[in-house]
């Protein structure tokens, strides 16, 4: 998951909330919770070229985070929401 | 964060609806029994076109995702294609229910041929004598043409949408075959005594052994069907949760806009007391969505009442309002069918008072033989 480079799926739409935002994939129709706005941070970072690793870096994720970041990217990445 | 976190988070509302409700007529070729919204003859304040598109507009705004259309019978508002393509074309997918009369196979291709939209057949029966007894005669056929006329046209995974009653119970695995013989995924959702369901609840809805069996059935095949989060009051029977968020959404993150542009906190709620405002107010729907004092006072954390010493609360909940409210049960009582026999009790203490009548009523004079109109 860290050397992946991940990008969010065209047809997926973020929506702010109070708790962090919604994603929406107007595809497959899934809607998930973005439960942190951290993620919500990293996941608008995420931008195809650079790695996870280096987005996280980038975003100021202290690295004992790291782990709980990628269960959710990987959790996104399932449900096609990044690609 | 949890998933409890989370669900609390979500009791304190959110910036627009997830699940968005629009009924766009009390028009209605059918009379069934159990209409949550008491469907029969269109309003004549019902929303114009204009005003239907300033409200897509302002959904859009909000970035609604989607929304369910349903009514009456959407279908029978003239302007119902334009208004479909006119969300789709502002990015907000549609989901819309109907009982399938107006789908000919020139509609279902047109049908096919759009984006993000999602189609519901109305189903409560998987034969014509359990189906029409609910819904009315004529209207099995009727469905049963429409999902044909889907599956020719190659529409895709539409839905089959069952109101459970009594009667149906029993055909929960036949469902599922008829759902997966038409390529189509199954619905069920729970009956509640809402509209002309105030009337019909008390003969249709399942007995306490039935609901032991709803939630069985649900615990085996519920990951692969729809239940609109409805049956969250079973939970009290089992350690497994069924699949969902399981609370009582109504204006925190679900609400109803009716055909005359009203806001409800819930489209089975269709009562004053429910009633957040209306579209044509000063602010619009936006305003009416994050200032209501009704919908900010749902978003205050509910007191547990009578449930409070019950073991089962955090997994039920205290059940649905709405089938509290038109049973006459208090909203902090349990709920009617509540699966650890506080219901009865609580429903023989409320057959003294009268319980609320759900209003906004548009059924037809004359409950005369109907005539399906087609187009
Ligand atoms: S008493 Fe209340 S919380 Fe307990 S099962 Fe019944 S309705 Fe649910
Ligand atoms: S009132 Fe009942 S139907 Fe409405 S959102 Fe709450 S639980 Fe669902």
């Known amino acids: 998951m860290l050397d992946a480079t991940l990008t969010l799926h065209p047809q997926v739409a973020l929506r702010p909330e109070p708790f962090g935002a919604l994603a929406y994939h107007y595809g497959n129709r899934k809607l998930i919770f973005l439960k942190h706005p951290d993620v919500v941070r990293i996941v608008e970072s995420l931008d195809g070229t650079a790695t996870v690793a280096e987005t996280l870096a980038a975003c100021d994720i202290d690295e004992a985070r790291w782990p709980s970041f990628e269960q959710a990217l990987t959790n996104l990445q399932t449900s096609e929401m990044l690609q | ?375």
């Open chain 2, 1 to 375: 964060m949890s998933k409890t976190q989370l669900v609390e988070q979500l009791k304190g509302g959110l910036d627009a609806p997830i699940c968005l409700t629009w009924e766009l007529t009390y028009a209605c070729n059918l009379e069934c029994v159990h209409c949550l919204s008491s469907s029969g003859q269109r309003d004549p304040r019902e929303l114009t076109t204009d005003e239907a598109k300033a409200v897509l507009d302002e959904l859009h705004d909000l970035q609604v995702f989607y929304i369910n259309i349903g009514g009456g019978e959407p279908m029978i508002r003239r302007d119902f294609f334009e208004l479909l393509e006119y969300s789709i074309g502002r990015g907000i997918g549609v989901k819309f229910s109907t009982n399938g009369a107006f789908i000919d196979a020139a509609k279902a291709k047109r049908l096919t041929e759009m984006d993000y939209l999602d189609i519901q057949i109305s189903l409560d029966g998987t034969d014509a004598v359990t189906n029409d007894a609910v819904r009315g005669e004529g209207s099995y056929d009727t469905a049963i043409t429409a999902m044909q006329h889907l599956q020719d046209a190659g529409f895709g995974e539409f839905k089959i949408s069952v109101v459970i009653t009594r009667h149906n119970v029993d055909q929960l695995d036949e469902f599922k075959a008829l759902a997966d013989e038409y390529g189509a995924q199954l619905r069920i959702t729970r009956l509640r005594p809402s509209g002309r369901g105030a009337d019909s609840w008390h003969d249709l809805h399942p007995t306490q052994a039935q609901q032991r069996q709803i939630y069985d059935w649900l615990v085996l095949n519920g990951r692969n069907v729809l239940t609109g989060d409805s049956f969250f009051h079973l939970n009290a029977l089992g350690e497994e949760p069924l699949p969902g968020l399981n609370m009582c959404g109504a204006g925190r993150v679900v609400c109803l806009i009716d055909p005359i542009g009203d806001v409800y906190a819930c489209p089975f709620v269709i009562h004053d007391e429910f009633k957040a405002g209306s579209v044509r107010d000063e602010g619009g729907f936006s305003n009416v969505w994050k200032q209501s004092d009704l919908f900010t006072e749902l978003r205050e954390p509910q007191s547990a009442g009578a449930c409070a010493s019950c073991g089962s609360y955090d997994a039920c909940q205290g059940g649905c309002m709405a089938a509290k409210f038109f049973t006459g049960i208090p909203l902090d009582g349990p709920d009617p069918e509540c699966v650890s026999g506080h219901g009865e009790t609580a429903l023989l203490a409320a057959s003294s008072i009268q319980a609320p009548k759900p209003m906004m009523d548009h059924s037809k004079p004359s409950r005369v033989a109907v005539t399906i109109g087609r187009r």
